[in-house]
Every structure is written in C-alpha cells, then in structure tokens.
C-alpha cells in the first residue's frame, strides 16, 4: 500500500496566505487584483526564513523594475490611441509586439546593471502583465501603482505568516549528537526532505547540531551536503573531529608513527592488504600495500576504483612509510579469512594495545572489516574534546546501539532523531 507523505507546515502556511490576501483586498474595496497578491505569497513561503527574506527583496526590486518599464510602455500606448492608431491592424499590432519585445530588453538590461539578475524573471512577470493585459486601461498610472501595491501585499502577507509562530523557548544549550547510517540515512544513503528542511530550520534558529560515526569524512559531505552544518562532526569512529564547511581536520586520536609502521610490516610479513589512512595538513592520504605478489580481489578494486573519484581521497599505490601517523588501518577480506587475520593480531598482542574493530560489510555480502585504532579513540573522548570548543550544559545522543545512547532510534526510521530534537529543542 502506498504511503502517501503528510501535508506539511509550508503547504499549510501558503493556504493560510492565500486566503488572508483575499480577507485583506476585500478591506481595500476589492480595488486590488487578488491573483497578483497571491503570485507574491506563494514565492516569499519558503522552508528557510533566510530564503523567505531572501525572495520577498527580489521581488520587490522585481516589481519596480517591471512596473516602471511597464508605465512607460502603457504611456507610449496610450499616446498612440489618441493619435487614432488602430492595434487591430496587423502591420500596428506588430508594432506595439515590437515595442514590448524592446521593453523586455530594457527591463532585462536593467537587472543586469543593478547586479540583480535572480529578479529578472518577476521584473519580466510584471512588465508583461501590465504591458499585455492592460495595455488598453485609460489610465495607466492607477493601474501600475495598483499593481505594485498588490505585489507588497501579497510579499508582507507572506513573509509575515512564514514568520509567525507561537511563543517557545528554543534549548541553545544543549549539544544534539546523532549517528548517521540507519539513523539519518536511508538504505540508499540518502536523507529526506523533510529532515533536510527541519534540521536546517533548527540549526538556523540556534540548534547545536552534530553527526558521530565511523564513516571518514569523505562520506559524510556528500550524502549531508544540503544540511547547514555548524558544528564539526565525529568522523572515522572517534578518530577525528572534521569541521565539514573548512574542510579541517581540528582534532585527531592518531596511532603513533614507530606503531603505526610496526603494524604496516607486520601486515604485509603476513601478506595482508592494509588501507592505512593518514592525514597530513588536512589531506587524507590512504597507504594500500598493492605488490606482484600481494594482488587486490575483485571487491578491493571496486572500493578503490569507487571511492578514489571523491576530491577528499587520495590513495597512493605503496607501503606506508616509515615516520607517518596513521589514524586507522582498515582490512577489507571475505568473511571466512577474517578470522585468521584476527588471530594473527591476538598472537602480537595488537588487539590489546590498539582498538580493534570487526564487523561485516553492509555493502559488499560475504565480505568483513577489520578496522586498527589508536586505544584512545573514541566518540566519547571526541565527545569530550568537542566540548572544550562549544561548553554546553547538556548533551543528547541519537543512535541505534541500546545502551550506548540517550535515545535508541529504531533502524530505518529516518524521521525519529528529528521528531525527537524538535519536542527537546522546541
């Protein structure tokens, strides 16, 4: 059965306008054109309050253009009328299709010069609409300054309502920490509409916003790059804190350049492939051991080939280095091999010095990670280094894993975290 979505706040808001500009033309006499006041509403309901302010100045600089041009037009019209021209003519009726074709030049020009071209669209609307349906009223100035005070009707009708809400008081001291796989995103890696015009909305508002999860943050910028993040984010599992808007990496948890090398060898003695992910001055470079005689599968050459197209990758086709730090060493093998590699770690006692993470691919059936980190690094000690930055009072945190977060989302339900910050923030 198909699950049609719910009627939304803007859709509701644009109701609401429309309707008032007929309640408020009815108070002005019915002297106004309703339809060019609800042209003006529609536009200035916009999801972001930003936008909202942003839409109603261009159609307002819009409007003055088109009608300035537009009177000048109705008054040429008009002059040629008592000069007893017949527009019915058709050599006449080209004439005056000339002469508002050049009115369109001229109001085009115009946008250009004042550096406006987003209102040369509503410049054109309002120049046409005066020019081509009232290019025979007797007196153009009545109606051109009628048009205008429509249009500043139906933008104060507008950006009021989109205003408008009832007395809240917003939490600004609380830090909202969310997961981001099952929690934001869909199966497809996607985040809806509705939490993309929700969180951003909040985040305008004063929402201290961030995202923790084990994915790098070449991952993250992609699939989150419509929300307006303020706050930078808890990327590879704790390693690091990524302040997704500079590209910056402010902290990082790194395994330490004699360990991180003595892993790399022991690896590669054991003829183990290893993605070893390094950053240097903001740069993520990732070390893969590729060798004639250590060669990539067909699932390793797929996650090379598709992730190295992404700007925020760079993968480098040798050993890593001696005097490199590295933030974690990632190991991509089916399933049944990954067991023996662990055991391998647990006789060098690298699963008791470092963080070792197992778990099974998502993407790539029959397939498991291995994943080597510093011990230290940890969504809670990241947790704790990003408050040094922010100092809230209080801290929330969204996520699947019962036990480890304040609020338990159910996997799949995409709209739970939002849902759950709106009744805390609001």
């Given at each position: 059965?198909?699950c049609?979505p719910?009627?939304?706040?803007?859709?509701?808001?644009?109701?609401v306008?429309?309707f008032l500009?007929?309640?408020?033309?009815?108070?002005?006499?019915e002297?106004g054109?309703?339809?060019?006041?609800q042209?003006?509403?529609?536009w200035?309901i916009?999801?972001?309050?930003?936008?909202?302010?942003?839409?109603?100045?261009?159609?307002?600089?819009?409007?003055?253009i088109?009608?300035?041009?537009?009177?000048?037009?109705?008054?040429m019209f008009?002059?040629?009328?008592n000069?007893?021209?017949?527009?019915?003519?058709?050599?006449?009726?080209?004439?005056?299709?000339?002469?508002?074709?050049?009115g369109?030049v001229?109001?085009?020009?115009?946008?250009?010069?004042?550096?406006?071209?987003?209102?040369?669209?509503?410049?054109?609307?309002?120049f046409?609409?005066?020019?081509v349906?009232?290019?025979?009223?007797?007196?153009?100035?009545?109606?051109?300054?009628?048009?205008?005070?429509?249009?500043?009707?139906?933008i104060?009708i507008?950006?009021?309502?989109?205003?408008?809400?009832?007395?809240?008081t917003?939490?600004k001291?609380?830090?909202?920490?969310?997961?981001l796989?099952?929690t934001?995103?869909?199966?497809?890696?996607?985040i809806?509409?509705?939490?993309k015009?929700?969180?951003n909305r909040?985040?305008?508002?004063?929402?201290n916003?961030?995202?923790?999860t084990?994915?790098p943050p070449?991952?993250?910028?992609?699939?989150?790059?419509?929300?307006?993040?303020?706050?930078?984010?808890?990327?590879?599992?704790?390693?690091?804190?990524y302040?997704?808007?500079?590209?910056?990496?402010?902290?990082?948890?790194e395994?330490?350049?004699?360990?991180?090398?003595?892993?790399?060898?022991?690896?590669e003695?054991?003829?183990?492939?290893?993605?070893?992910?390094?950053?240097?001055?903001?740069?993520?470079?990732?070390?893969?051991?590729?060798?004639?005689?250590?060669?990539?599968?067909s699932?390793?050459?797929?996650?090379?080939?598709?992730l190295?197209?992404?700007?925020?990758?760079?993968?480098?086709?040798?050993?890593?280095?001696?005097?490199?730090?590295?933030?974690y060493?990632?190991?991509?093998y089916p399933?049944?091999?990954?067991?023996r590699?662990?055991?391998?770690?647990?006789?060098?006692?690298?699963?008791?010095?470092?963080k070792?993470l197992?778990?099974?691919?998502?993407?790539f059936?029959?397939?498991?990670?291995?994943?080597?980190?510093?011990?230290?690094a940890?969504?809670e000690?990241?947790?704790?280094?990003?408050?040094?930055r922010?100092?809230?009072?209080?801290?929330?945190t969204f996520g699947?894993?019962?036990?480890?977060?304040?609020y338990?989302?159910?996997?799949g339900?995409?709209?739970?975290v939002?849902?759950?910050?709106?009744?805390?923030?609001e």
């Amino acid at each position: 059965m198909k699950c049609f979505p719910k009627i939304g706040g803007r859709i509701i808001k644009s109701a609401v306008a429309v309707f008032l500009c007929y309640l408020l033309n009815y108070f002005r006499g019915e002297n106004g054109i309703v339809f060019y006041s609800q042209l003006s509403v529609l536009w200035c309901i916009q999801s972001y309050i930003s936008t909202t302010k942003k839409n109603a100045f261009q159609r307002i600089v819009g409007t003055f253009i088109g009608a300035g041009f537009g009177l000048v037009v109705l008054l040429m019209f008009m002059l040629m009328r008592n000069a007893k021209w017949d527009f019915n003519d058709l050599p006449l009726y080209l004439v005056k299709g000339f002469i508002t074709s050049i009115g369109v030049v001229f109001v085009l020009y115009l946008t250009v010069v004042l550096k406006k071209k987003n209102a040369s669209y509503f410049s054109c609307v309002v120049f046409l609409s005066i020019v081509v349906i009232h290019g025979g009223d007797s007196n153009p100035f009545v109606f051109t300054l009628n048009r205008v005070i429509d249009t500043m009707v139906g933008i104060f009708i507008g950006v009021a309502v989109n205003l408008f809400h009832l007395p809240r008081t917003q939490h600004k001291e609380i830090l909202f920490i969310s997961g981001l796989d099952d929690t934001l995103l869909d199966s497809e890696y996607h985040i809806n509409d509705y939490c993309k015009v929700e969180l951003n909305r909040m985040i305008e508002e004063g929402l201290n916003f961030t995202l923790s999860t084990m994915r790098p943050p070449a991952s993250i910028i992609k699939p989150m790059a419509d929300i307006k993040l303020n706050l930078p984010v808890i990327a590879m599992n704790g390693g690091v804190l990524y302040d997704t808007r500079q590209k910056r990496y402010l902290e990082k948890i790194e395994i330490d350049k004699k360990d991180a090398f003595r892993i790399a060898c022991l690896l590669e003695e054991n003829n183990i492939l290893y993605f070893a992910n390094v950053v240097v001055d903001d740069t993520l470079l990732i070390y893969h051991n590729r060798s004639q005689r250590l060669d990539f599968d067909s699932v390793q050459k797929k996650v090379i080939g598709d992730l190295r197209k992404s700007p925020y990758r760079n993968y480098i086709n040798r050993s890593l280095p001696a005097g490199e730090n590295v933030v974690y060493f990632m190991l991509l093998y089916p399933s049944d091999r990954i067991g023996r590699i662990y055991s391998i770690l647990q006789q060098n006692n690298i699963d008791e010095t470092f963080k070792v993470l197992t778990y099974p691919s998502k993407d790539f059936p029959g397939y498991s990670y291995i994943k080597i980190f510093n011990k230290y690094a940890s969504k809670e000690n990241m947790i704790e280094l990003l408050k040094r930055r922010i100092k809230p009072e209080r801290i929330i945190t969204f996520g699947t894993v019962p036990g480890k977060y304040d609020y338990v989302v159910k996997e799949g339900d995409t709209n739970e975290v939002v849902h759950k910050m709106k009744k805390i923030f609001e």
